[in-house]
């Protein structure tokens, strides 16, 4: 098994290439050596955000949200959980919008939370509004169903 999976890490940026059967192994980034898939919701920029959806080999599900938005904040332990729960098959991050109102441009987020699913450079689906963990779980279980079909 020599395939390679390529995974960017939310610290530096950097596109990580690793081994296929490394990356639900605890990776590390080969740069600033930071946790590539550590169950943990990873922040991002807008550059990092897009620099992973069109990049990386796991599934990314990615929380749009604000600081201003209460809705977002009753939702974070919710995406945490999700995260814990869907890791090491699939990565969960968070961009929060008022700092990068770009994002909110580029995927045309219409209204936040929205919670948009990357896999290998595509967008596969997108939900909106606060919901618990088990929803998001389901979610990405249906939609990397379909994508594999
Ligand atoms: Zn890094």
Redesign the pocket.
Known sequence: MSAKIKLT??????V?QLPADKAQAAP???????A?NDGKVAALDFKTLEKAARNDDLPLLVDFWAPWCGPCRAMAPEFEKAARSLTPRVRLAKIDTQANPDATVRFNIRGIPAFILFHKGREIGRLAGARPAADLERFVAERMALAKG
């Open positions: 890490c939310p610290e530096c940026g950097q990580n590390k980034c080969g740069v600033c050596g930071h590539l």
